[in-house]
């Protein structure tokens, strides 16, 4: 597969590039974490500054996906073999790829760390690098750069596509995980990304939390996938699981809800009343890390644009580091509220205005929003963007293009 540069993620891995922290790739596997990490390399090789010239610097680099480095799955292997590539008078990075193949990889790296003379990347299997894990695992303080499967942006780069409208288009039915490109037909390419996802469900979720009944799991999932932008709960999860014959409890529902989180699959959006400025907690939208993972499990028939546009929203706005909520005032949604910093917008999303009907139902919530953070309902016009009565009116081709 060709590397095409993320800017975005190796600006993150430049800002901390010679800090103390272990820095721990993530993100749902086969979304190009090796791939990264691999520019990322190539990246300190090019890079010259006015003090010092990284060229020279030495980067010791451990493919665990190949069998070369089969000998240094045990710890102790591990360190003797870097401290043996370790060379005076340079910066030494050390990258380690599928670390989780290292038994007892966290004494290894806590090893190294301690030895404060080695800058250290690692990327592995989410089910042993949950960010929930990450402060048991390593005694050092860690870094977490989170990836996301290619964006639109990205996808356009990949292919070398000028036209983003119609670019758009295709990007909807193969979506953002690379490793499927290679595949020219539909059904093969889906296949792919259906087998990842029973993957991450089969072995790197059940295997991790000893999960005897992964049927469940995997109907919890499929019931996620197939309400994208739709609020629900717990109970109404287990509720509508009951009814269909899957014996189940809230708890284990509970349970399976934040394994399926922690695995980068899906991404929890929290509600926020934006008349009493609180947070609330009774229920809650699930996206998908990538839209191509519903139409691989649940089909490909009768697809609801209008949903898939709002799942790419929202991990477009988690990608570009926003804190998202879904906003309610009075009786009304707001798609997105998202917060960064000091900036907030609220963003509206539709396949389609062009019944005026429609449209002002998209406006209603956004115009009875009283303060003056901008206000923007994404959309697909083909045109350039323009303003109703304060709120902006753009096509998500190009706000999927605007700099983070």
Request: hydrophobic share 35%; with cysteine; glycine share 4%.
């Amino acid at each position: 597969m060709k590397l095409i540069d993320r800017p975005l993620y190796l600006q993150r891995l430049m800002d901390v590039k010679g800090t103390p922290d272990i820095k721990v790739i993530t993100g749902i596997r086969r979304c190009g974490k090796s791939k990264l990490m691999e520019s990322f390399i190539k990246k300190i090789k090019e890079t010259e500054t006015e003090t010092e010239t990284e060229t020279d610097a030495n980067i010791i680099h451990i493919n665990f996906n190949l069998d070369d480095f089969e000998a240094l799955e045990d710890r102790h292997q591990l360190i003797s073999y870097i401290e043996n590539k370790y060379e005076e008078n340079k910066n030494n990075y050390v990258f380690i790829d599928e670390v989780q193949n290292c038994k007892e990889f966290e004494k290894a790296i806590n090893s190294l760390h301690a030895k404060e003379k080695y800058d250290i990347y690692i990327t592995g299997s989410n089910a042993f690098l949950l960010s929930s894990d990450l402060a048991t695992l390593f005694t050092g303080r860690t870094f977490k750069i989170s990836v996301f499967p290619f964006s639109f942006a990205e996808f356009m780069d990949y292919f070398q596509l000028s036209d983003r409208y119609e670019a758009y288009n295709q990007y909807l039915t193969v979506g953002g995980m690379p490793g499927a490109y290679a595949y020219k037909n539909e059904s093969d390419r889906l296949h792919y990304i259906k087998d990842v996802f029973d993957t991450l469900i089969l072995r790197d979720i059940t295997q991790k939390y000893k999960i005897r009944n992964s049927l469940l799991l995997s109907r919890v999932s499929n019931f996620l996938q197939d309400n994208i932008s739709n609020l629900t709960s717990c109970k109404n999860i287990s509720d509508t699981l009951a009814k269909s014959g899957a014996k189940n409890d809230h708890k284990t529902v509970s349970s399976y809800l934040n394994f399926l989180c922690n695995a980068y699959a899906f991404y929890k959006i929290s509600r926020f009343d934006i008349r009493g400025k609180k947070y609330l907690s009774t229920t809650e939208k699930y996206y998908l890390c990538d839209h191509i993972f519903r139409y691989a499990n649940l089909g490909t028939k009768n697809p609801d644009f209008g949903m898939v546009m709002e799942n790419i929203v929202a991990i477009e706005l988690l990608r570009r580091g926003y804190e998202v909520y879904v906003g309610k005032l009075y009786q009304k949604e707001v798609d997105f509220v998202a917060i960064k910093n000091n900036e907030k917008i609220y963003i509206q999303v539709s396949d389609n205005i062009e019944d005026d009907t429609t449209k002002q139902r998209e406006l209603d919530p956004l115009l009875k929003i009283k303060d003056s953070y901008p206000k923007l309902l994404i959309t697909r016009t083909r045109y350039p963007k323009y303003d109703i009565d304060g709120v902006l009116v753009v096509d998500i081709a190009d706000w999927l293009l605007e700099k983070a």
